[in-house]
C-alpha cells in the first residue's frame, strides 16, 4: 500500500507518521501493494482527528476519528477500517473482477456480517426545485441532518448536510 499522510495544524513527527504507518500497514492483507490510502492528521482546538481515505475501484473506504489525543484517534481508525471491510466484503467486492484493489486472500474469505443492512422506512415526498441555501432552511426547519432538492440553478437532484462543525454540506452528482 502507498501511505500519503499530510497534515493540518499539526505537525508531523517521526513518531505520528511511524504510528500512522504500523497501524494502516495493518490492513495490507486487504490490498493489493498498489492501492493508495490518503491519511490526514489535523488538529481543531482540543480535538486530535485522523481522516483514512482508500479509492477503490467503484468505491471510497472512509474513516474519520476524533479523540483528545491523536495516537487514541490512530488506533481506532484502523480497528474501524477493518471492521468495514469485513462487515460489507460481499457488497464492496465483485468477485469477477480480477484486477481490483483487493487481495486474493481477502476477496475469497467469507466473513460473517454483524448485521445486514436493512430498509425499515420509505419516505416519498414531492420534490420542488429551489436553491440551495433554502434546502438549507427547509432542512433546519425540519429538524434532519440531510434534505434532497432539486437544485433550481443545476436542474439535478442534489443533497445538502449539516457537518459536524454546524456548517453545511452539498452534493451534487457528477455525470
Known amino acids: 500500500m502507498n501511505i500519503i499522510i499530510s497534515g493540518k495544524n499539526i505537525e508531523l513527527t517521526d513518531g505520528l507518521k511511524a504510528a500512522v504507518e504500523e497501524k494502516i500497514t495493518k490492513l495490507n492483507r486487504y490490498f493489493n501493494p498498489n492501492t493508495e490510502v490518503h491519511v490526514t492528521?489535523?488538529?481543531?482546538?482540543?480535538?486530535?482527528?485522523?481522516?483514512?481515505?482508500?479509492?477503490?475501484?467503484?468505491?471510497?473506504?472512509?474513516?474519520?476519528?476524533?479523540?483528545?489525543?491523536?495516537?487514541v484517534s490512530i488506533d481506532l481508525v484502523e480497528e474501524v477500517i477493518e471492521r468495514q471491510l469485513r462487515k460489507y466484503k460481499n457488497k464492496i467486492v465483485d468477485k469477477n473482477q480480477s484486477d481490483g484493489s483487493f487481495q486474493k486472500d481477502y476477496i475469497e474469505n467469507d466473513y460473517l456480517e454483524d448485521e445486514d443492512v436493512k430498509i425499515t422506512k420509505t419516505k416519498k415526498f414531492e420534490v420542488k426545485p429551489m436553491?440551495?441555501?433554502?434546502?438549507?432552511?427547509?432542512?433546519?426547519?425540519?429538524?434532519?441532518?440531510?434534505?434532497?432538492?432539486?437544485?433550481?440553478?443545476?436542474?439535478?437532484?442534489?443533497?445538502?448536510?449539516?457537518?459536524?462543525n454546524n456548517s453545511y454540506g452539498l452534493i451534487e452528482p457528477e455525470y
Open 41 to 71: 492528521l489535523s488538529v481543531e482546538k482540543e480535538r486530535q482527528k485522523i481522516e483514512v481515505t482508500i479509492p477503490v475501484k467503484g468505491n471510497i473506504i472512509r474513516s474519520e476519528q476524533v479523540s483528545n489525543d491523536m495516537y
Open 131 to 164: 436553491f440551495p441555501e433554502d434546502a438549507c432552511v427547509q432542512m433546519e426547519l425540519l429538524g434532519h441532518d440531510f434534505f434532497v432538492f432539486y437544485n433550481a440553478e443545476t436542474e439535478a437532484i442534489n443533497v445538502v448536510y449539516k457537518r459536524k
